[in-house]
Structure formats: C-alpha cells, structure tokens
C-alpha cells in the first residue's frame, strides 16, 4: 500500500515560517526532546501518585 504524501499548501507554509519565527514556542519539532531531568520528575511524580493511589485501594492507608 502506497503512503500518502501531504499536499503543501499557502497556509502550513505560513504557520512554519511563523513557528521559526517566533520565539520561545512551547512546540517541540520532531529533533527536539525534552531534557532528561524534565522526564525524571514526570516520571518519579507520575508512580508516586499512582503508589499512593493503589495504597488506598488496598488500605494500607487509611483516609
């Protein structure tokens, strides 16, 4: 099965330019990723709400 290619049009040429332009943009393009210690926090905050929600299920701790 062939794969689709994206037709170029005036408008998505704009909004690029307008993305390189500006700066400080919250968007990440496809060669970019965030800094590690970012995803660590993320990470290490993400299970220990999750670890305290399966404590609570399981009543280890009792609210």
């Known amino acids: 099965m062939p794969t689709e290619t994206k037709k170029e049009t005036r408008e998505t040429q704009e ?3 307008h993305r390189e332009n ?3 943009s919250a ?3 496809p060669n970019e990723t965030p800094s590690f210690p ?3 926090t993320l990470g290490a905050s993400f299970l220990l709400v999750n670890l305290l ?3 609570i299920y399981f009543h280890v701790i009792n609210p």
């Open 15 to 17: 909004i690029k330019e």
């Open 22 to 24: 500006k700066k400080g």
């Open 27 to 29: 968007v990440l393009t």
């Open 38 to 40: 970012v995803g660590l």
């Open 53 to 55: 929600v399966a404590a």
